[in-house]
C-alpha cells in the first residue's frame, strides 16, 4: 500500500468504471489538504507538480514530503511529474523517488515524439518501478479549444495510438481529444468522446493494460466526467481549480482578517477549501472507499 505507481492503480480503477484524481500542488500545505481528503475518503490519489514549484520547492522536498505522507496514509499514493518536455528533469525526478513520469514531447513531430518517450520508458523501468505517461496530440489552453477540437490532426489518431504505445512502451497515455488546460469559456466544450472510446477499445479491448488520462479536467461538466470515465478515462488532472481555489482562499481569508498576523491560521483556511474542492472532485469521479 501508500508508495505506488500510477498505472496500477489506474488499471484497477479503469477496470472498475471510475477515475483516479491526479491533484496538482505548488507547495507543501496543499500537499498535506489533497493527501487528507484522499484518506478521508479512502480513495487512491495521485499527486503531481508541474515542473516549475518542482524545481522551485525542489524534487527532493517534494519527494520526502511525499514519502512521509504517504508512508503514514492507509491509502495508496503516487507522485506523479506533469507536462515535462525535458528529459534530463523527467530523469532527474525518477531518480529523486517521483513515482510516475510524463514526458511530454506532443510538440515534437510524431517520430520524435517517439524516441523521446521511449527513451524516460527504458530509463524509468531500467531504475525501479515507475510509469511512464505518453502524450499524442495536442491538450490545448482554453483559448484554443474548439480551434483545436474541431481540428483532426491536432487530436490523437485512433490507429496511431496504439503504434505510439506499442513502439514506446508507454504505461498510460494520455490521448488528445479536445479537453483544454484552464478555465473552459463555454458551458459546453468541445470533447471528442467517440475518439476516447474508439481509443480505450483498441488499447483495451481485452483487458485493461494501458490506462487512459484525461487532462484539463478543471471546468468539465460533470456529465462529461462519467462519459469520459465510460469511455476508459482513468485519470484525471485537476490543476487549474486547486489553483484558483488556493487563490480565492487567500484574497478572501486576508480581505476579511486584515489586522490579524498568525500565518497558521490563514494556512489552515486554505488547507481547508483545497480538502473540500479534492472531495468533491473524488465523489465526481467515484473513488471514493476504492484504497
Ligand atoms: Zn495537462
Not at 112 to 119: H, L, M, P, V
Not at 173 to 187: D, N, S
Request: charged fraction near 25%.
Amino acid at each position: 500500500m501508500s508508495i505506488v505507481n500510477a498505472k496500477e492503480i489506474m488499471i484497477e480503477a479503469a477496470e472498475n468504471k471510475y477515475a483516479i484524481g491526479a491533484f496538482n500542488v505548488t507547495n507543501i500545505i496543499q500537499m498535506e489538504a489533497v493527501v487528507e481528503a484522499a484518506v478521508e475518503k479512502k480513495s487512491p490519489l495521485i499527486i503531481q507538480t508541474s515542473v516549475k514549484p518542482s524545481k522551485f520547492i525542489g524534487r527532493h522536498v517534494f519527494v520526502a514530503v511525499y514519502r512521509t505522507l504517504a508512508e503514514a496514509a492507509p491509502i495508496p499514493i503516487c507522485l506523479h511529474l506533469d507536462h515535462c518536455t525535458d528529459i534530463e528533469y523527467c530523469k532527474q525526478c525518477a531518480d529523486a523517488g517521483y513515482t510516475n513520469i510524463m514526458i511530454d514531447a506532443s510538440k515534437q513531430v510524431y517520430e520524435e515524439n517517439i524516441r523521446q518517450t521511449k527513451a524516460i520508458v527504458d530509463y524509468c523501468h531500467s531504475i525501479g518501478d515507475i510509469s511512464v505517461e505518453g502524450e499524442l496530440g495536442t491538450v490545448s489552453g482554453v483559448e484554443d479549444q474548439i480551434k483545436v477540437a474541431e481540428d483532426e490532426a491536432a487530436l490523437a489518431n485512433p490507429t496511431q495510438s496504439v503504434e505510439f504505445v506499442e513502439r514506446t512502451g508507454v504505461d498510460v497515455f494520455a490521448p488528445a481529444i479536445g479537453t483544454a488546460h484552464g478555465v473552459y469559456k463555454t458551458k459546453n466544450p468541445k470533447v471528442d468522446f467517440e475518439r476516447m472510446g474508439q481509443i480505450h477499445k483498441l488499447l483495451n479491448g481485452n483487458g485493461v493494460k494501458v490506462p487512459l488520462v484525461v487532462h484539463g479536467g478543471t471546468g468539465l461538466p460533470e456529465d462529461y466526467i462519467q462519459k469520459l470515465i465510460e469511455m476508459g478515462g482513468a485519470k484525471f488532472n485537476v490543476s487549474t481549480e486547486l489553483k484558483h481555489t488556493l487563490i480565492d482562499a487567500t484574497w478572501g481569508y486576508l480581505s476579511e482578517h486584515r489586522d490579524e498576523y498568525d500565518p497558521g491560521k490563514l494556512d489552515a483556511f486554505t488547507k481547508d477549501a483545497i480538502r473540500h474542492a479534492v472531495g468533491h472532485w473524488i465523489d465526481m469521479l467515484g473513488s471514493e472507499g476504492k484504497a
